[in-house]
């Protein structure tokens, strides 16, 4: 049972354009989302992140929205750069003492020059 | 701030032998570590859960005779595959949290070991 999906395993935008990458969830007590970008052999670099008493946190290029009623958080990349061309996880947290991470499959993110 | 590394990068290994992987985080003290597995195109995979001077707690089915955890200090951890197999190639990924996340929730990652075991 995959708790945080991505259902778009790639996304390709050009350059300039504003990137939106999804994630759902079906855990209603999850109470903090990440988003984490990953280059190929390499460990995931943490971007931004939101908690559920929010709706959105922004962070220069990077916004994060999160709707609790739908189950749903989105990242927004804008403008989009060649360099931000990776693959994008998102994560959820339940809290509690181990703050253990629930990722989802991420999305490969491809801004075209 | 927040860099979390790991040593080796890259491992080959002969199949049966055991190789440790170390996890360190270089800048803030690590109250809990976290390694991962990545298979390709898949997302991370949590194996465990340590804390500073405990236990390891294990995923389900994760064996934990087969992959040692160790966290002695609030800066280091480390992950021992014992006797190793070919299927345990893998990305193996360390994750740390601590007192210079920006909340307790942030995990920041080390750059990855890559295992081959032949």
């Known amino acids: 049972d995959q708790q945080v999906k991505q259902n778009s395993p790639s996304l390709s935008v050009q350059e300039g354009r504003i990137s939106i990458l999804n994630c759902d969830y079906t855990?209603?007590?999850?109470?903090?989302f990440l988003w984490y970008k990953k280059y190929p052999a390499e460990g995931p670099t943490f971007l931004i992140s939101?908690?559920?008493?929010?709706d959105k946190n922004e962070d220069g290029r990077f916004t994060v929205f999160l709707n609790k009623s739908a189950k749903h958080l989105s990242l927004h990349i804008v403008p989009s750069q060649p360099g931000d061309s990776a693959v994008y996880f998102c994560?959820?947290?339940?809290?509690?003492?181990?703050?253990?991470?629930?990722f989802g499959k991420g999305t490969l993110l491809t801004v075209n020059p | 701030g927040a860099v979390v590394s790991q040593h080796p990068s890259r491992v080959i290994c002969k199949s049966g032998t055991s190789v440790k992987i170390e996890c360190r985080s270089l800048?803030?003290?690590?109250?809990?570590m976290f390694w991962y597995r990545q298979f390709p195109k898949q997302s991370l995979m949590l194996m465990a859960t340590?804390?500073?001077?405990?236990?390891?707690?294990?995923e389900q089915g994760v064996e934990k005779d087969k992959f040692l955890i160790n966290h002695a200090s609030l800066t280091l951890s480390t992950l021992t595959v014992t006797s190793a197999h070919p299927e345990d190639s893998s990305f193996y990924i360390c994750?740390?949290?601590?007192?210079?996340?920006?909340?307790?929730?942030?995990?920041?990652f080390g750059p990855g070991t890559r295992l081959l075991v032949l």
């Open positions: 994750s740390a949290r601590g007192l210079a996340a920006l909340s307790l929730e942030t995990q920041y």
């Open positions: 855990n209603s007590m999850f109470d903090y």
């Open positions: 340590s804390n500073e001077g405990s236990k390891a707690t294990y």
């Open positions: 994560a959820a947290s339940l809290g509690g003492s181990n703050y253990k991470l629930t």
């Open positions: 800048d803030f003290q690590a109250t809990t």
């Open positions: 939101i908690s559920s008493i929010k």
